[in-house]
């Protein structure tokens, strides 16, 4: 079957740097997107690696190695607006979510 | 505004009570879909829909239905709620399938007693 597997939460201070990983086991894996949840919000489109390699979007950035079925979610001069939760996909027509990781930003 | 419209977004009703959830977009997005939110599973997808009329099953679709007669609305109906089906509903839309960015609507809380 397919899964993506993430930590459940990570805790970093205001200013500093944090790496969300996210390891999948899926067959015809097509690519992984990055998505944003504040509590009590919707989720909201971050990123997505088509390919190998890094892709930047301001202080986001996100990484995919299809050789190692790994990618990640890397998220610079934390503020603590980025408090939230954030979860891998990976999507073809049907879309598999990980569980999520909750992001602890301390002051 | 762009945006997907669910409704309603709150409802707590009774055990065997169908009830449809109703998801609308203004985008032309090809793909649609419903997701549900429980606390330590994530976003599971229930059914999606890749243009008009064609529909296919997500991760756990037991005890839902959907349609798709236009391109813009895609309800959820439960047709004979149970307790298990308690839940945060996420309906979304994407101009197509693949890595396109999928935009979510606001949610949909229900408490099925």
């Known amino acids: 079957g397919q899964s993506l597997e993430q930590p459940s939460e990570v805790t970093a201070v205001e200013g500093a740097i944090v790496q969300i990983n996210c390891t999948y086991q899926?067959?015809?894996?097509?690519?992984l997107s990055w998505y944003q949840q504040h509590d009590g919000g919707a989720p909201t489109f971050l990123s997505y690696?088509?390919?190998?390699g890094l892709e930047e979007t301001g202080r986001f950035s996100s990484f995919l190695s299809r050789s190692d079925s790994y990618g990640y979610l890397l998220l610079q001069e934390l503020q603590m607006k980025d408090s939230a939760s954030y979860f891998c996909a990976e999507r073809d027509d049907k879309i598999i979510f990980g569980k999520g990781t909750r992001l602890h930003i301390l002051p | 505004e762009a945006q997907v419209t669910q409704n309603p977004r709150y409802l707590i009703t009774v055990t065997g009570k169908k009830l449809t959830v109703t998801c609308s977009q203004n985008m032309n997005h090809e793909y649609m879909s419903w997701y549900r939110q429980d606390p330590g599973l994530g976003l599971r997808q229930i059914y999606y829909s890749m243009n008009v009329e064609v529909t296919d099953k997500g991760d756990v679709p037991e005890g839902y239905k959907v349609s798709r007669k236009e391109k813009r609305n895609f309800p959820l109906i439960l047709e004979s709620p149970s307790p298990n089906q308690t839940s945060l509903y996420f309906c979304?839309?994407?101009?197509?399938?693949?890595?396109?960015?999928?935009?979510f609507g606001d949610g949909t809380r229900l408490s099925i007693l």
């Open positions: 979304a839309s994407s101009v197509t399938g693949g890595g396109q960015p999928q935009h």
């Open positions: 690696n088509g390919l190998d």
């Open positions: 899926t067959s015809g894996f097509y690519g």
